[in-house]
């Protein structure tokens, strides 16, 4: 599991690399945690994520949290099939901002 | 149309989720297993074998669980046994409010919800000193 990082506009994007499961969870958790402590608004780029744990979705949970789901601080985007079923499944696909691809998840922030 | 059966012995240690994939890896490689069916398999095994973990053994506590995969037609036959404390996941796992809102979420019960969602037919049994579990997936 590798976490990238870039800033984009003001916005922080983190691209995991990898299956988030019970163990890599940790890494994941580690980034997230990091970026948390300076950004104020925060994308997840899942196009590299073949798989998500409840582990992993807990990790999301925090972030959004932390970054309020419904105000533009917080988006997820690149979601695969089985990835956006899981978060369907957890009733979260209804609480947070999903969006296709990264440009998307930008603009959904702007303004 | 590919069959395959797998068995899968793992330490209730930091070591299981990584061996219990590397396993799976090799596994829907050998047998040509459906990617959607494999993340199905992966994500129940993965949840089932943390809970027990976390459950069914204190600290020190020599574990040992034992996964068996069956890939035959149009199906997954999932075994998994465990020396642990007496634990039925279907029971005694929290139930996850879905309706809640970001702020009042939490994450307890949402791996046995993945789990009850994905098997057409799950079930718990108290075998002797073993729990058993056992999972019909569509593959």
């Given at each position: 599991m590798i976490v990238n990082s870039e800033t984009v506009g003001g916005v922080t994007v983190l691209s995991p690399s990898g299956r988030i499961d019970s163990n890599t969870a940790a890494v994941f958790e580690t980034s997230v945690t990091k970026a948390l402590a300076h950004a104020p608004r925060m994308i997840l780029d899942?196009?590299?994520?073949p798989y998500i744990s409840s582990a992993g979705l807990r990790v999301v949970l925090v972030a959004a949290k932390k970054l309020g789901a419904?105000?533009?601080g917080f988006a997820l985007c690149g979601l695969s099939e089985s990835v956006l079923d899981v978060f369907q499944l957890s009733g979260f696909a209804s609480i947070l901002t999903i969006m296709p691809d990264r440009d998307a998840a930008l603009q959904s922030m702007a303004g | 149309m590919t069959a395959g059966t797998i068995q899968i012995e793992l330490a209730t240690d930091r070591s299981a989720i990584d061996r219990l994939m590397a396993a799976l890896d090799q596994f829907s490689e050998d047998t040509g297993l459906p990617e959607r069916a494999e993340n199905q398999l992966r994500l129940c095994l993965d949840e089932l074998v943390v809970n027990a973990i976390s459950y069914g053994f204190d600290d020190g506590m020599n574990g040992v669980i034992l996964v068996a995969v069956t890939y035959q037609g149009d199906s997954l036959a999932v075994r998994m046994e465990d020396n642990?404390?007496?634990?039925?996941p279907f029971e005694e796992a929290a139930k996850p409010d879905?309706?809640?809102d970001v702020e009042e979420?939490?994450?307890?019960g949402l791996g046995v919800l993945f789990v009850t969602s994905y098997a057409k037919e799950y079930g718990y049994e108290r075998n002797g000193e073993k729990n058993v579990i056992r999972l019909l997936l569509d593959a």
């Open positions: 899942f196009s590299d994520v419904k105000k533009g | 642990g404390k007496p634990f039925n879905l309706k809640a979420r939490e994450i307890g």
